[in-house]
């Protein structure tokens, strides 16, 4: 019931640590490099979309409310280690492949960036 907390957390992070390199980048007027830090906005979209929507979702079918505790599977000791299992299990997943699914989108754009005239031949087959 609290499993998009993870994600959410994440995406504060992220989003830190892109306006900071961009921050430096600005500083110092160079081009941030790394692949990785110059497409962090697609993550930041994909861990805040998701989080807003499973957050909405939760809110939907009356698990998470506006009063305390706004989780309502916190009301008890019990309740909240079942929480936070979840949150270690589906929570932590969904970050992780979230994350992953990036790195692969990254890896693949950057492979076509190096190599356009090779990507292009090899959509087109080989005719221009």
């Given at each position: 019931?609290?499993?998009?907390?993870?994600?959410?957390?994440?995406a504060a992070?992220?989003?830190?640590?892109?306006?900071?390199?961009?921050?430096?980048?600005?500083?110092?007027?160079?081009e941030?490099?790394?692949?990785?830090?110059?497409?962090?906005?697609?993550?930041?979209?994909?861990?805040?979309g998701?989080?807003?929507?499973?957050?909405?979702?939760?809110?939907w079918?009356?698990?998470v409310?506006?009063?305390f505790p706004f989780?309502?599977?916190a009301?008890?000791?019990?309740d909240?280690?079942?929480?936070l299992?979840?949150?270690?299990t589906?929570?932590?997943g969904?970050a992780?492949?979230?994350?992953?699914?990036?790195?692969?989108?990254?890896g693949?754009?950057n492979?076509i960036?190096?190599?356009?005239?090779?990507a292009?031949q090899?959509?087109?087959?080989?005719?221009?």
């Open positions: 019931m609290a499993c998009f907390i993870v994600p959410a957390a994440e992070v992220t989003t830190v640590v892109k306006k900071r390199a961009d921050k430096s980048a600005k500083n110092s007027k160079a941030i490099r790394n692949p990785f830090i110059k497409k962090m906005n697609w993550l930041n979209n994909m861990l805040w998701g989080s807003a929507l499973l957050a909405f979702e939760h809110v079918h009356g698990e409310t506006p009063w989780p309502t599977n009301a008890t000791p019990a909240a280690a079942e929480m299992f979840e949150m270690a589906s929570g932590v969904m992780v492949l979230v994350t992953a699914v990036w790195a692969v989108m990254v693949v754009t492979s960036e190096k190599s356009p005239a090779k292009y090899a959509v087109s087959g080989g005719k221009r």
